[in-house]
């Protein structure tokens, strides 16, 4: 790929790379809060100049995007295509989370007099950028400790039923089978189309497993193996009209889908915000809808717990890696001003060439449906003949283009699944098919 064409548009100073970090030492004053504050406010004036100079650039590759990419703090040649796992961050992102530990290490005692009212700030930001209310966010430390919460807190009688899709991560799963081993609960898979057909298949695939012992429908509204987006308003809605509670696993959903929990009708809701989103790993989501809060107990109890008046009862942990939490606000920020919409037709837009592109290619199988309401930003795919670690390897080796193997056999889901985020261009979903053609002949 060329360098950026844009040279007016890089910042007026670079954020330290992780050699200068280590080369400088935490001691210096490189990270103060006052530092760091201006190096952010330049990487964010080259973001305002470019939404404003280009408005309505939304194709995979241009100026634009090019320019952005400069905010990330790749090694040179590195394309990352694995944002499923864990994704980079932008440089405000890690110049505010290097800030306040160096804070941290030089006036300790910020945390007791400053850093409550900034994670409260942060709280909001959260609660906006997700669509609920402050009051109805958890601030955990990734999916799989909000799905315990949930699975955890509940009150749920030997016998009840759970019922989720046969594609759920083992964070999903895992709490609910714990539940099922020390409560009686019974826990029901509900097969699920590789990919499914439409929003109608999924919907009455549930319906048609519900029985009157039926409590709780867990199923992610991102399905990591298969890349499917599951239509979580059309499923709220039909699991509240048996009185049953939906519980969502959206652990790719910051960052990559533009989210409005209060609209979607799901009670319950878990997200990663360092996959997609551009926070660090330890950062956390989860949303708990403020009509079931009180059907829900805290998992963790300290001071609050029994006083809080909303969803803060269960963020009662004790100390926290408070710059996570400011650096995850910081994420918001930086989503904020490149636009969420212009991110998800992005996004979208990559993730549909590298489909169409899979669909043409003889003995390939596309896992992840073409229907942009049920997709996004992960592909699934899978080739006929050949291991799909083969597939992982050569595109490592070849184009320094990291992709991750997924799923397994038995359930038909065996393959390469391939992230498309704002950082990548055409050319490296080119790669892929390319690379792809060549392990096939």
């Known amino acids: 790929m060329s360098g950026n064409p844009l040279s007016s548009f890089r910042p007026h100073q670079r954020a330290f790379s992780r050699r200068d970090f280590l080369r400088l030492g935490a001691g210096t ?23 404003r100079e280009w408005p309505d650039q939304d194709s995979p590759d241009g100026v634009f995007w090019e320019a952005l990419r400069e905010h990330y703090l790749f090694e040179d040649g590195l394309v990352m295509m694995n944002n499923g796992t864990v994704g980079p961050m932008p440089e405000p992102v890690f110049n505010t989370l290097m800030s306040f530990f160096h804070l941290q290490c030089t006036a300790p005692c910020e945390f007791y007099n400053t850093f ?3 994670r409260e700030e942060v709280r909001a930001k959260v609660a906006r950028f997700v669509g609920a209310d402050p009051g109805e966010i958890v601030l955990t430390r990734n999916t799989t400790e909000g799905l315990n919460f949930v699975a955890n807190g509940l009150d749920l009688e030997p016998g009840d039923e759970v019922l989720m899709s046969d594609q759920e991560h083992p964070g999903g799963i895992n709490p609910w089978r714990l539940k099922a081993a020390r409560y009686g609960i019974t826990v029901r898979e509900v097969p699920i189309g590789v990919p499914p057909r439409s929003v109608d298949e999924i919907v009455d695939a549930f319906e048609s497993a519900i029985t009157p012992k039926t409590k709780v429908i867990m199923v992610s509204q991102t399905v990591y193996i298969t890349g499917l987006i599951a239509p979580v308003k059309e499923l709220a809605e039909m699991a509240h009209r048996h009185g049953v509670l939906l519980l969502a696993d959206s652990a790719h959903g910051p960052g990559m ?31 708990v809808r403020r009509e079931v809060q009180d059907r829900l107990w805290p998992t963790i109890a300290s001071s609050g717990w029994d006083t809080a008046q909303d969803a803060r009862r269960f963020e009662t942990m004790g100390q926290r890696a408070d710059p996570l939490i400011f650096a995850l606000g910081e994420a918001v920020d930086f989503q904020a001003r490149v636009g969420r919409e212009r991110i998800q037709r992005r996004i979208q837009t990559l993730a549909t060439h590298l489909k169409e592109g899979l669909t043409e290619i003889p003995g390939v199988r596309v896992h992840t449906s073409m229907d942009p309401y049920l997709s996004s930003g992960l592909t699934a795919f899978s080739a006929e003949g050949v291991d799909p670690e083969v597939v992982e390897n050569y595109l490592r080796e070849r184009y320094n283009l990291e992709v991750r193997t997924i799923g397994n056999e038995e359930r038909g889901t065996r393959g390469v699944r391939v992230s498309t985020h704002v950082f990548v261009f055409q050319e490296h979903v080119d790669m892929v098919l390319e690379g792809l053609r060549a392990v096939m002949a």
């Open 116 to 118: 409550g009212t900034r």
């Open 257 to 287: 889908l533009k989210l409005n929990l209060r609209d979607s009708g799901v009670d319950f809701w878990a997200g990663s915000p360092y996959k997609w989103m551009g926070a660090p790993c330890g950062a956390g989501i989860l949303y």
């Open 29 to 51: 004053a490189a990270f103060s809060l006052a530092g760091v504050e201006a190096l952010n406010a330049s990487v964010y004036e080259s973001v305002d100049r470019l939404c």
